[in-house]
């Protein structure tokens, strides 16, 4: 077992607790976390202070009282009712507290605690619960109630406890990259190399906090749909209804939603479910090396229902969908260019002149003269094109500059040779008529300027939103980069291929240019490729556009247009039930459904043609019809 945990920072917390005790007001304070945050290390420091201090302290461990009232008399000292507890608790030195800890075991007793408990305590004496699970609502309405949640140490505070744990300075910033300021992850991560010298340190750290924190999570309770739902949600980038009853096939995804809602490591966004990033990497890192084969269905069937959404989504929810989608290419590179570990989210807005000052001062602190120049040109002719990004406390962190189709084949700005560089290729590469590019001009954090950085991944992610504004015409895209060796990895995995006579010198330095052709299809079809390859969907993979043939057991079956219509719609949405209205509609193109079988019909002769794996194509009864999200293992 690893050692006991060092205390080291939540001082504000400490503080907290202390000001509702030596308020003398009968507080009620509620200390919530997931497990091996530190609450129950919270409480504990400060009920070691009080007791120093001379404060009047009745400690419980949930875990080990019975769950009733009368189990709680009995834990206090005997008591026979709780006038007698009150009595007892009204003769401690004031002020006093009755704490109660792991109290996620008294789920039962909450109602006792907030009806009855509670309002029973004699001024002077403060209820404190700690538990894993987020009080409920009711508890909002008790007088002097306070809800104090535990989060996870700031990068100091983990760094200090990494050298308490004997961690060398130098791997403690690695080390924190994996347990992300989990406090029980940091002391699981340094057993870990400790355990395992022989291994790369990362891998070494992961042995622990995974083999620990996933098992805690995935074997700690008999509940297998609850477990399934967590594990799929620890797949993807937020979990929803939808998404979650599409991962898990027979499941109603509003349940699974309400089962999660019920664990203490969840928490809501504002559009959807998100697992604490420690607990959310563990478990996906467990099931990945442990059931490759359901980490791979969960993603496949999440990419197909985020595909269907995404064609009927309104444009300001389509960056969401982009971010999704993009989030299921699990590949390192790839997952830290747009969601880096550990940090905090920005927000990106269109920037406004009273940016002018803060991105001169962005631009210049780490581009040269020249390029400086050619920037704050661009801003003069076109501010619109200039996007801010805002830390939490709304402080400008970082600045892009996303040009648009109408702006890169003007010369508008004419001392720049980057953007010359884009109108050479668009005039010796035209795009078809109706079709437009844009062109990523330079994007700089005010810290890190060019580096990977929360506020680069907040820049990219933006301007995937757009892309998905843009599409269907958008078809091509620019950027450019200094630091070559550090991004090419990124752009190569998506797409991206070097311009060619695209670099260029500014104020001595080369700034190289890469540009990705989307393709005929758009973003659609961009994406499509690259999430399918690596989920093992190639875009008509099995199923043949032009000559309308299936691949069923490595031979081509001929579809009627009928039935190739409707297999690749249901395909489309793939792990999704489609209705017979909407089939009528999207595949036969009406919209009469009275008396109608002919949607049944097609689906008899298509399934006469899948052969063996017929069953791909399922009934679902009083619904429509159902592709399984796996239908392609079943016809190769």
């Not at 001024?123 to 609502?137: D, E, F, I, Q, Y």
């Not at 983990?158 to 961690?167: A, E, K, T």
């Not at 260029?504 to 989307?518: A, I, K, W």
Request: with cysteine; glycine share 10%.
């Amino acid at each position: 077992m690893p050692q006991a945990r060092a205390f080291v920072g939540r001082q504000a917390e400490l503080q907290v607790l202390a000001d509702l005790v030596d308020g003398g007001a009968g507080s009620v304070g509620y200390v919530h976390g997931i497990a091996g945050i530190g609450k129950s290390v919270v409480l504990r420091r400060f009920l070691r202070r009080a007791r120093d201090s001379g404060i009047g302290v009745v400690e419980l461990d949930c875990r080990t009282v019975e769950p009733t009232e009368r189990g709680v008399l009995q834990a206090t000292g005997g008591f026979r009712d709780v006038v007698e507890l009150v009595t007892h608790l009204a003769l401690l030195p004031s002020p006093a507290v009755l704490a109660l800890d792991n109290c996620e075991a008294f789920r039962l007793m909450d109602d006792w605690l907030r009806q009855e408990l509670a309002p029973a305590l004699p001024g002077g004496v403060t209820l404190l619960l700690a538990g894993r699970t987020p009080p409920l609502a009711s508890w909002f309405s008790v007088e002097e109630f306070h809800s104090l949640p535990i989060g996870p140490l700031d990068e100091p505070d983990s760094l200090r406890l990494l050298h308490h744990l004997g961690v060398p300075a130098g791997d403690a910033v690695r080390l924190n990259r994996v347990a992300r300021g989990h406090p029980l992850a940091l002391t699981l991560a340094s057993a870990g190399i400790a355990e395992h010298p022989e291994m790369a340190l990362e891998d070494a750290a992961m042995v622990r906090v995974v083999d620990e924190l996933a098992r805690s999570y995935l074997d700690g309770g008999d509940d297998l749909l609850t477990r399934r739902a967590l594990e799929a949600a620890s797949v993807v980038r937020r979990a929803t209804g939808p998404v979650l009853s599409a991962m898990l096939p027979g499941v109603d995804g509003d349940d699974a939603v309400d089962r999660l809602l019920g664990q203490p490591l969840v928490d809501t966004s504002g559009d959807g479910l998100v697992v604490h990033e420690a607990v959310k990497n563990a478990i996906a890192h467990f099931l990945r090396g442990a059931n490759p084969r359901r980490y791979l269905d969960y993603r496949r069937a999440a990419w197909g229902e985020l595909r269907a959404e995404a064609r009927e989504a309104p444009p300001p929810e389509l960056g969401r969908y982009m971010a999704d989608m993009l989030y299921l290419i699990d590949t390192p590179i790839v997952r830290e260019a747009f969601f880096p570990s550990g940090t905090q989210r920005m927000a990106v807005e269109p920037a406004g002149p009273g940016d002018a000052a803060v991105i001169g001062s962005i631009v210049r602190r780490h581009d040269g003269a020249d390029s400086a120049a050619v920037i704050e040109r661009w801003w003069d002719v076109a501010p619109h094109c200039f996007s801010v990004v805002r830390d939490r406390r709304g402080d400008v962190a970082g600045v892009s500059s996303l040009l648009s189709g109408e702006l890169l084949g003007a010369g508008t700005v004419p001392r720049d040779v980057v953007t010359a560089a884009w109108e050479r290729h668009l005039r010796d590469q035209p795009l078809p008529r109706g079709e437009t590019a844009l062109g990523l001009r330079r994007w700089l954090d005010f810290k890190y300027g060019e580096s990977p950085c929360a506020s680069q991944a907040a820049c990219w992610l933006d301007v995937t939103r757009t892309c998905m504004t843009l599409r269907p015409s958008l078809r091509r895209m620019y950027l450019v980069v200094r630091d070559v060796a550090t991004y090419w990895p990124v752009v190569d995995e998506l797409g991206f291929r070097p311009l060619p006579h695209g670099d260029v010198e500014l104020d001595g330095v080369r700034y190289s240019s890469v540009v990705l052709d989307f393709g005929p299809d758009s973003v659609d079809g961009w994406l499509a490729s690259l999430v399918g390859t690596r989920l093992g969907l190639h875009p008509g993979h099995g199923l043949d556009e032009d000559t309308r043939e299936l691949m069923v057991e490595g031979r081509p079956r001929v579809l009627t247009p009928l039935e190739f219509g409707l297999f690749r719609h249901l395909g489309d949405r793939a792990g999704r039930i489609s209705t017979r209205p909407e089939l009528l509609r999207e595949v036969w193109g009406t919209e009469f459904t009275g008396g109608s079988n002919v949607v049944d019909a097609v689906v008899r002769t298509l399934r006469v043609k899948l052969g063996p794996g017929a069953d791909v194509v399922e009934t679902v009864r009083g619904a429509g019809y159902r592709l399984r999200a796996d239908w392609r293992d079943h016809l190769s």
